[in-house]
């Protein structure tokens, strides 16, 4: 069975410079011999964590809201090998509804996203792109996921519609980003990484 990455398109522009920036990712994954699958997370009304705790309480497994776009994605999870998650930058973060969807997606279906290797995209006009790179990067590494490097961050510049097409070194990074996804991914297969430790959790007010 062929190696999946599921990758999420956190713009509200369908077609916009993320979904040239993941675009590039996935013609450069099908060489490598691996799938992808783009999830966009639409235009409609997405819901923050409201921290009710009802995922975890009733062992769901996904959020415990399902009127939006963030149990379609846990649905997608099981089948992924692998992550990418795509934003534009607004105001040096991410698009706001793209970290009100992933928040909720690893807290109640963490189980699904552990372990697997990871990586961020972050598309801006001008500036801010690395704080809203990190950003992204931070569920991840709380998740035990491998972070998947390139040459450069993985940033791609441009305004217009799919202009960072032209960004030379930008698709580049896409390309060896996405090479490194498949390598590490094949890799993981028979050796997968080691067992996390039981969770101690410390509170530093007594």
Known sequence: ???????VNGSPRQNGN??????????????EGVDSEIVWIGVQPVRGCIACGQ?????L????????????IVEKLADADG???GSPTYYGQPNGALLAVWQ?????????????PAACIAVCRRGGSTAAFQAMNMPFEMLNCPLVTSQYWNIAFGRAEGE??????????MRMMARN??????????????????????????
């Open 104 to 116: 909720r997606v690893c807290f109640s279906a963490s189980a699904r996203v552990q372990g697997k």
């Open 18 to 31: 993320t979904a040239r920036a993941l675009k590039e990712v996935a013609d450069a994954l099908a060489k």
């Open 61 to 72: 497994g996904r959020c415990a809201f399902d009127d939006d776009i963030a149990n379609r």
């Open 1 to 7: 069975m062929n190696k999946k990455v599921l990758m």
């Open 55 to 59: 995922c975890q309480k009733k062992n």
């Open 181 to 206: 996804m498949a390598w590490l991914i094949k890799s993981l297969k028979d050796n997968p990484p080691p067992a996390r430790e039981l969770w101690q959790p410390m509170n530093f007010i007594r």
């Open 83 to 85: 992550f990418v998650l």
């Open 164 to 173: 960072c097409g032209a960004d030379t070194e930008g698709m580049q990074t």
